[in-house]
């Protein structure tokens, strides 16, 4: 620039990620929009709840509101009762079965309508609303407590975080009481169902039981994620055993009225041991009851070695077994096992639960994204030789696909709003087909339909609510059903026939223990036990001859494929195929407290009263009043601020704005205030910030007023996002001393932007290890929108990354440039010089492009600069460990060796100007707060300054990823 002006990037910065925060807080994380723009939401109020559901959801409302004021009556005298209304959101746009809940900036709960697959962890129920409700409610009632001195902050500051210390605690033990209670309240799922005890049980009985740190959030390892439910649910199951289950609401009373991140420490107060005690003691417990193997399990040959999930399993006529896996490794994918061992990737996979073979081809169902947000399940087919993967339905929510005999029919299921149907189709690939409905009843979820060998029938599983689950045979002709097998109080699951079709093979799991395969015969109905095995036994297959037996089994490592000999001739009766003991919380227990239930939910008695329920258009507003604020506190050009802000989203995340204020030594303050409307694609953002300092004895005022919109295109492989928006900014000066700048100078500027990503990392990965990132953006600045003068900028920014070896070692590439022109008092500079992390994110900033090792950032200044930067990423050791529950776990340490090259010039480039910088970085990534991912960073290169004509070493030190 021609003219000295006060540096103005720490004050766009601020205003930018006061945008990007209310963007953020009105979508989940990676989103654009949050829920399907089509989704039409009205809200149906009880005594207690606000429940928000879209058309096509009236029927579940209603039973929801029961369910949650049934649900709080049955809390109440255990574990108290929420202080204000809670908002619970129903929500079917994926088909993924969860839930969420949150005391920040309200009790708000999140679920999603589909119920879960019963072989899945989660799909030990008969009512998903009741037992996700109860899971998500338990949280509330767990996180939105407060005792002591911090009553007293929430009293003076509102719901600020802080003010929730249980939300602090280790995540085994924010999920190990809510996994503990929905079982404790409804005698359903996880704590009772054996395949979840499996995580816990196999791995003691293999001496693998994990620390309490490995438990407490950021493990890659298997279990990975499950860890902290299932640890941390029979932990505290363990507990109430020992102690009583009252014991746990006083934990929860202690917990919440300590600092932030020392809550463990109640424990002794609680129970008068220490938590790292009770664990050990856990863990022995656990390990002296537990068995390493059963009678199939010493049998058994392992077929894989992959570990995590391995599913949708199916043999072919060759004898080939085909399957899909999921894994910290890589990106998910259908596979074929040869009958010589060698594992062959046919396709990538995104989950699904059903592989089918036939006529030379292989059909499967997987996830994709629709409209950016949902998750829904169509068909796909490849052949069987591989290549490319053919879509066989669009947005029909199909899924467990079968293929008939003779190839020529295919049988699925289909979700519905309230229900799960059996459908069939024409099989004539590649054409597009929507499935015909066969079989459909309120109230049942049927799956896993299996077509028997002449064709005349499928057998399925039939889930009824509230009832139990079932094996039914449906004559196709007719659509007729008979049950084959039933029984409330277990899961009868994948079922498969015999080549003969005299007989059905399928997974149960009797009383607490975990899946086996059992045998019924079709014509009699009697059962046989097959397999006794410690870890489960699920999705039964035979080979083609008979004599095998495949199926997907459990070791400390996950789900793998193994295979037992099978002699038909050799099966027995099972006198004993009924409920066995009951386990700690089962539903009998639960309808003896007096809170009966009610199957639908109009007008029903729930606790004492007669339901009655309002019925009305969603309205934000009710939720948009601030709950809270935070008072700021600090630093700006040398003056102390004083002031208060507050944030705030509507329940449904259509609104979110965020005003700040704080005051120096002026009557004026420095104030900030940001919106964004995400009702609609694109979103809608608004920010304008005031900022006064002292500037050479004077005063500096900027001010700065964005507006925009940002779309996102999300698919399960690859994103793109577009953003367009106007700048404006207003700086005036008034100097005390003598200086020659103007009284004031403005800019008015368009901006454009796209981004396409399709970098992909896993959970051993230590970057991104393939895909690539682009991103352009433009700025154009001119005087007939008001500015001084002309100017312009653009951006350009290329990465890319492949992983070289199975082991995680990542080559990652970049290239970046970034110009401005026009009049030199509205002409940017962009630095190339800085240790990084360079952040592709539409930012004119003059660091936006900057990564030189070895050079600070302020080295290398200009209206144009590039670099090009090289990394090798290796990845050194995994300690996947924590400090005890200290808020830190240290989950990788990585290296690399770089080569970077880059300068930045105001009228002419030179090849032989580049400066650049070789050398080598340590890096490690942790887990802080038990959520938050960090890399820290250091390192030393060598520089070469070809201008200065010198070389010398140089340190350095980030937070974040090089790029």
């Not at 209304?85 to 969420?100: H, K």
């Not at 996880?190 to 740190?213: L, N, S, T």
């Not at 490319?388 to 005999?405: K, M």
């Not at 770089?898 to 010039?905: C, K, L, P, R, Y």
Request: hydrophobic content about 40%.
């Amino acid at each position: 620039m021609s003219i000295a002006r006060r540096p103005r990037h720490r004050l766009i910065d601020r205003a930018a990620i006061l945008a990007a925060l209310l963007i953020a807080a009105a979508a989940h994380a990676d989103a654009n929009t949050r829920y399907d723009w089509r989704l039409r939401f009205r809200t149906l109020s009880t005594p207690h709840f606000d429940i928000y559901a879209h058309q096509g959801e009236q029927q579940l409302a209603r039973r929801l509101a029961t369910i949650a004021e049934q649900v709080r009556s049955r809390f109440a005298p255990v574990f108290g009762v929420p202080a204000g209304r809670v908002q619970v959101i129903l929500v079917d746009q994926t088909d993924l079965s969860n839930g969420s809940a949150t005391p920040f900036p309200y009790d708000a709960i999140e679920i999603t309508a589909v119920p879960p697959a019963g072989e899945t962890l989660i799909g030990n129920t008969i009512d998903w609303l009741e037992l996700v409700f109860t899971h998500e409610y338990t949280h509330i009632l767990h996180l939105d407590r407060t005792r002591g001195w911090i009553e007293g902050f929430r009293r003076v500051f509102g719901r600020v975080p802080i003010v929730f210390p249980n939300a602090f605690l280790p995540i085994w033990q924010i999920e190990g009481i809510a996994t503990f209670e929905e079982s404790r309240m409804t005698g359903e799922g996880r704590i009772p169902a054996g395949d979840f005890r499996a995580i816990v049980d196999v791995a003691a009985a293999h001496h693998r039981f994990e620390p309490m740190d490995r438990a407490a959030g950021g493990l890659d390892r298997w279990p990975s994620g499950n860890a902290p439910y299932a640890y941390g649910g029979y932990f505290h199951q363990y507990l109430a055993d020992r102690f009583g289950a009252e014991k746990l609401t006083t934990l929860a009373d202690a917990t919440s009225g300590r600092v932030p991140y020392f809550g463990t420490g109640a424990f002794r107060r609680v129970f008068g041991e220490s938590v790292g005690t009770l664990w050990k003691e856990f863990r022995e417990a656990r390990e002296s009851d537990a068995r390493a193997a059963h009678a199939t399990d010493l049998a058994a040959r392992r077929l894989t070695h992959y570990g995590f999930s391995v599913g949708a399993l199916r043999v072919a006529a060759d004898g080939a077994l085909y399957y899909s896996i999921s894994n910290a490794d890589g990106f998910p994918a259908l596979m074929r096992l040869a009958s010589n061992g060698t594992p062959v990737r046919l396709a990538w996979r995104v989950l699904g639960n059903t592989t089918t073979v036939g006529g030379g081809w292989i059909v499967f169902d997987q996830l994709e994204r629709v409209r950016s947000v949902g998750l829904l399940s169509d068909l796909y087919a490849v052949k069987m030789a591989g290549g490319t993967v053919h879509r066989l339905t669009h947005q029909t929510r199909a899924g467990d696909p079968d293929l008939s005999a003779d190839g020529r029919r295919l049988a699925c299921s289909i979700q519905m709003r309230d229900r799960r149907a059996i459908a069939i189709s024409d099989f004539d690939p590649p054409r597009v087909s929507a499935p015909r409905v066969l079989v459909s009843d309120e109230g049942s979820d049927y799956s896993r339909p299996r077509w028997s060998p002449d064709g005349r029938h499928l057998v399925a599983e039939r889930r009824i609510r509230r009832t139990g689950f079932e094996l039914v045979v449906i004559d196709v002709a007719s659509a007729e059903t008979r049950v084959l097998v039933t029984r409330r109080h277990a899961r009868l699951v994948t079922p498969s026939w015999s080549a003969d079709g005299a007989m059905v093979l399928f997974s149960a799991d009797v009383g607490d223990q975990p899946f086996d395969v059992f045998a019924v015969d079709v014509a009699s109905g009697v059962v046989s036990r097959v397999t006794d095995t410690a870890g489960g036994a699920q999705q039964p297959e035979l080979s083609p001859d008979g004599r095998s037996l495949f199926y997907v089994g459990y070791t400390p490592d996950g789900y793998d494929l193994f295979s037992v000999p099978f002699d038909r001739a050799v099966l027995t009766p099972d006198p004993d195929f009924r409920l066995k003991a009951e386990a700690t919380g089962n539903r009998r227990a639960a309808e003896a407290t007096g809170n009966p239930k009610e199957p639908d939910g109009t007008g029903t008695q729930s606790g004492g009263f007669r339901l009655q329920a309002e019925d009305r258009p969603y309205r934000p507003w009710r939720t948009l009043v601030p709950t809270y604020w935070t008072p700021i506190v600090d630093t700006d050009s040398d003056e102390l601020l004083v002031g208060a802000g507050t944030a705030m989203s509507d329940v449904l995340g259509r609104h979110a704005y965020g005003v700040d204020a704080a005051w120096a030594n002026r009557a004026r303050p420095d104030w900030h205030a940001a919106y964004a409307y995400d009702r609609w694609a694109p979103t809608l953002f608004a920010s304008y910030s005031d900022d006064t300092d002292p500037f050479r004895g004077g005063l500096a005022r900027s001010r700065e007023m964005t507006a925009g919109a940002l779309l996102a295109s999300r698919h399960i492989r690859w994103t793109e996002t577009w953003l367009g928006a106007f700048e404006a900014d207003n700086d005036t000066f008034h100097c005390d001393e003598p200086c020659t700048l103007p009284s004031e100078q403005r800019r008015r500027s368009f901006r454009g932007g796209w981004i396409h990503d399709s970098r992909r990392a896993y959970g051993y990965s230590i970057s991104a290890e393939e895909g690539v990132r682009i991103e352009t953006a433009a700025e154009m600045t001119r005087a007939a929108f008001g500015s001084d003068a002309d100017g312009g900028a653009t951006i350009v920014d290329l990465r890319g990354f492949q992983r070289v070896t199975s082991g995680h070692v990542v080559v990652a590439g970049r290239v970046a440039f970034a110009s401005a022109w026009g009049d030199p008092r509205m002409r940017r500079r962009f630095a190339a010089g800085g240790p990084g992390p360079a952040v592709a994110a539409f930012d004119f900033g003059r660091d936006t492009i900057g990564l030189l090792r070895g050079f600070a950032a302020d080295d290398l200044v200009g209206s144009r600069a590039t670099v090009a930067n090289i990394d090798v990423r290796v990845p050194l050791a995994r300690p996947q460990r924590g400090i005890g529950n200290w808020p830190m776990f240290f989950r990788a340490i990585h290296g690399a060796g770089f080569v970077d090259a880059g300068d930045a010039w105001n009228r002419t480039f030179r090849l032989s100007d580049l400066r650049t910088s070789i050398g080598g970085e340590l890096s490690l990534d942790i887990v802080l707060g038990h959520y938050l991912p960090v890399t820290l960073a250091g390192g030393a290169a060598w520089t070469h300054d070809v201008i200065g004509d010198r070389s010398r070493a140089a340190f350095f030190g980030r937070i974040g990823r090089a790029f």
